[in-house]
């Protein structure tokens, strides 16, 4: 099994930068694929990011394309979410969660608490 926890998100302004960290716990850490997904008040959890077990494959959905850099380090059991360019519609809660290589959100077996991203105009 895995643990699964975020931080770092908090209130930044347009255009600012913002990088989330997701620590896990387990042995298996390296094994799984970890994404990043969000979700909006009103709205369904969305996928944002993933890398592969690795760290070879990255894949983003198109609206953050060239503003967000997802990467892990299996040493230190973490993966990040480098947010820059950040915009208002990015405003959501952040979710890392650990599983297959997916966009997929129940591919995801192992699921963090969620940290606040506001983004102000």
């Known amino acids: 099994q895995v643990q699964v926890v975020e931080s770092g998100g908090g209130l930044v302004q347009t255009g600012g930068s913002l990088r989330l960290s997701c620590t896990a716990s387990g042995r298996t850490f390296s094994s799984y694929a970890m994404g990043w997904f969000r979700q909006a008040p009103g709205k369904e959890r969305e996928f944002v990011a993933a890398?592969?077990?690795?760290?070879?494959?990255?894949n983003y959905t198109d609206s953050v394309k060239g503003r967000f850099t997802i990467s892990r380090d299996n040493a230190r059991k973490t993966v990040y979410l480098q947010m820059n360019s950040l915009k208002p519609e990015d405003t959501a809660v952040y979710y890392c969660a650990a599983g297959a290589w997916s966009n997929r959100v129940r591919e995801y077996a192992y699921w963090g608490q969620g940290t606040q991203v506001t983004v102000s105009s």
């Open positions: 890398i592969n077990w690795i760290g070879s494959s990255t």
